[in-house]
């Protein structure tokens, strides 16, 4: 039988990757949700919207009254929230909104789901699920070893990390509380195509077809755990389908690298893809800048359980995923060069101390 989803932030990086798998790869019927705050983009969806399976619905998860209309009239049997606002610097500049959205919309969505679920019959409770997607950084940061798994104790050191911290722990309290079955991941670092540009990978692809410098904050040292969007989208689905509700999944690929190793990584394949006479090598453009606030050292993720549970595994290797990705930017400059025209003109964020 066709399953319904409804996917809240769909328009998003990680959203309309998951919205483009299950066009393509299952016969779900799914209603994207999106309130189209600056980093969703309908552009991202353009490839399955003539879908007969694929609807959209412009609206604000705190939007209580809306999202219950929504549920009464499309009846999901999956749920996968996606909405957030997700970017460490701009938390820093205005945490505000990732108030706004992070906690107060979670919260206003549990509500409206648990309404929803309490009035479906039991067979179609039973089978119900709510997909929370959050993030490894509300661990905080590590030493150079270990890594976060889903015991470990939770220490967000950013605004950004702190709001979705809050989040997870309502989805929590929502399960425990009242029986509503969810289910948590939290993954390592995404990167690949439709990704904004004012994140790392996508940030030095531009600013380097472009010839301008290329910030990295403070000596680059700082490392992260790099999972291609395809192979998290993969994950988010077998939690769906075979995960146990009321468990979390940490996500993630195994492939740390500091931050300075990524940049010089894309300047190498775009001195390969994109070569440039008249700047020379694209390492060249790399300028070392003061670092943001409060940044954490490392992050890196075990993802035993998922692995063991649900049979999943990264299928792309970091070096082949962060190709396709380049590859993908320098076939798609309208994409982008759309949203550094009119949403975002590349300027540092998160710099108030």
Not at 12 to 22: D, E, P, T, Y
Not at 26 to 32: E, H, M, Q
Not at 77 to 96: G, M, T, Y
Not at 238 to 247: D, M, S
Request: glycine content about 8%; charged content about 25%.
């Amino acid at each position: 039988m066709t399953k319904r989803v409804v996917i809240t932030g769909g328009a998003g990086f990680i959203g309309s990757a998951l919205v483009r798998h299950l066009m393509y790869a299952t016969d779900f019927r799914v209603c994207i949700v999106d309130k189209l705050t600056y980093a969703g983009n309908l552009e991202s969806l353009a490839s399955v919207t003539a879908n007969d399976r694929y609807e959209f619905v412009r609206a604000d998860i705190a939007d209580r009254a809306r999202m219950s209309e929504i549920f009464d009239t499309f009846r999901p049997e999956i749920l996968f929230n996606l909405a957030a606002e997700s970017h460490v610097d701009r938390s820093i500049d205005s945490p505000s909104p990732f108030i706004q959205t992070n906690i107060v919309g979670t919260y206003t969505l549990l509500e409206s789901v648990l309404g929803y679920w309490r009035a479906l019959r039991k067979g179609d409770r039973d089978s119900f699920r709510l997909i929370h997607i959050s993030t490894d950084e509300v661990f905080g940061s590590l030493g150079p070893d270990g890594s976060f798994n889903e015991c470990s104790r939770y220490a967000p050191r950013s605004p950004y990390a702190a709001s979705k911290a809050a989040s997870d722990h309502l989805v929590h309290s929502w399960h425990h509380t009242y029986g509503l079955p969810t289910l948590i991941t939290n993954s390592s670092n995404n990167y690949g195509p439709y990704q904004f540009p004012e994140k790392l990978i996508p940030l030095t692809i531009i600013n380097a077809l472009a010839g301008d410098r290329i910030p990295v904050y403070g000596a680059g040292a700082n490392i992260r755990d790099w999972l291609y969007v395809a192979d998290h989208v993969q994950a988010l689905l077998k939690v769906a389908q075979h995960g146990r509700t009321g468990a979390t999944y940490c996500i993630g690929a195994d492939s740390e690298r500091t931050n300075l190793e990524i940049v010089r990584c894309v300047c190498q394949l775009l001195d390969e893809m994109a070569p440039n006479g008249s700047i020379g090598r694209h390492e060249g453009l790399i300028e070392f800048v003061t670092d943001r606030p409060g940044h954490d050292f490392r992050y890196a993720v075990d993802s035993t359980r998922i692995v063991k549970e649900l049979n999943w595994r990264p299928e792309e290797t970091f070096e082949g995923g962060l190709r396709k990705t380049i590859e993908w930017y320098l076939a798609n400059r309208s994409w982008w060069e759309r949203i550094c025209n009119k949403a975002w003109a590349r300027e540092r964020l998160g710099v108030s101390a």
